[in-house]
């Protein structure tokens, strides 16, 4: 592949790549260097890039190992609970999460507060169903994409999105005290 | 289709990532029981939500800072490509092979001879000693040297 190319490839899926990383790590300056550590590495392995498989399934195959692999190391030097709760200021209501159509003009500030509540609902799952609900539901990949990007078969993608949908569901609910199954 | 579907089975239903025949299933299934359209209609608001969430742009700083480095990496192998070519070697070859035949073909006119008698040396004291009588006058270089000796015989 030509630099060029690569420029124009970078250019194209950079904000895409940049979004999920974003996602993944739950804040801009930890998104920041595992998108320019994804560049980098893929950079320097140009040569290895498959030219018959897709570029974005590659770089995203490479930002994911990154982040499983600092998650790992993290995980080494602290004790991490995942099933600490979410605070009620974290997550709000479930009913106030749901997209409705009223032309509120505060529509835009709470779609904004809605976002932070997203992410941090999205903080309190695994580095697996996390990026796994992300890559389905956000950036929308088949499960075929998704199960290449996480080096797993198509039904471990398949468990994993509906485990991450579930667990985000009853994060929400459990803020308005809702049983969920 | 009388049991519920698994939980993954109706994910991947609302992900139409099912084959024809399992969708038909999950499909019927779901118009007669209420709790999978129940389970079915609240992960389709998880999945909703998450898909109307902001999306985040990559910062113009870091842009060109990737930007910087795809361009760095750009020169650098420019170069490199540029000098692994074989149309830049191989008149850089002939040119340096003609250069050392040249060198080795003019090598033994090049620099001083150590083995050359200073003859413009030698040339100066002879006019100095014969002006002062000292040696045979006459031209040393172009007559034989047994003239020489005959005539300064006979001069004897």
């Not at chain 1, 309190?124 to 609900?133: K, N, P």
């Not at chain 1, 985000?168 to 803020?175: G, T």
């Not at chain 2, 007669?32 to 079915?40: D, H, I, K, P």
Request: net charge negative; hydrophobic share 40%; charged share 30%.
């Amino acid at each position: 592949m030509e630099d060029a190319d690569f420029q124009e490839l970078f250019r194209r899926h950079g904000d895409r790549l940049y979004n999920f990383a974003f996602r993944l790590s739950g804040n801009d300056q930890d998104a920041a260097d595992l998108v320019q550590e994804a560049f980098t590495r893929a950079f320097k392995n140009l040569d290895r890039y498959d030219r018959a498989r897709p570029f974005e399934t590659w770089m995203f195959r490479i930002l994911y190992n990154i982040h499983l692999d600092e998650v790992r190391r993290y995980e080494k030097k602290h004790v991490v609970s995942l099933d600490a709760p979410v605070t009620a200021e974290e997550t709000g209501q479930w009913a106030d999460l749901l997209a409705g159509g009223d032309p509120d003009p505060m529509e835009e500030s709470l779609r904004r507060e809605n976002d932070v509540r997203v992410q941090k609902a999205l903080n309190t799952l695994s580095a697996d169903y996390r990026a796994a609900v992300m890559m389905c539901d956000v950036e929308e990949m088949s499960y075929e994409e998704i199960a290449r990007v996480m080096d797993c078969p198509v039904g471990t993608v398949r468990s994993r999105i509906h485990q991450g949908r579930t667990l985000l569901r009853d994060a929400f609910k459990e803020k308005e005290g809702v049983r969920t199954k | 289709m009388n049991q519920h579907p698994d939980g993954p089975i109706l994910s991947a239903y609302l992900d139409e990532e099912l084959d024809a025949s399992e969708t038909t299933r999950v499909r019927q299934h779901e118009a007669l029981c209420s709790r999978c359209r129940e389970e079915l209609t609240s992960l389709r608001g998880v999945k909703d939500l998450l898909a109307a969430a902001q999306r985040r742009t990559m910062p113009e700083g870091l842009a060109a800072r990737l930007e910087s480095m795809i361009h760095r990496r750009s020169v650098w192998e420019i170069v490199l490509a540029r000098l692994s070519m074989p149309r830049v070697w191989v008149p850089v070859g002939t040119l340096a092979a003609a250069a050392a035949a040249l060198l080795f073909w003019l090598g033994p006119s090049f620099g001083p001879d150590p083995d050359a008698i200073p003859l413009e040396t030698l040339l100066a004291a002879h006019a100095r000693y014969e002006a002062e009588s000292l040696v045979p006058s006459g031209d040393l270089l172009h007559v034989p040297f047994s003239a020489h000796v005959a005539k300064t015989d006979e001069e004897d």
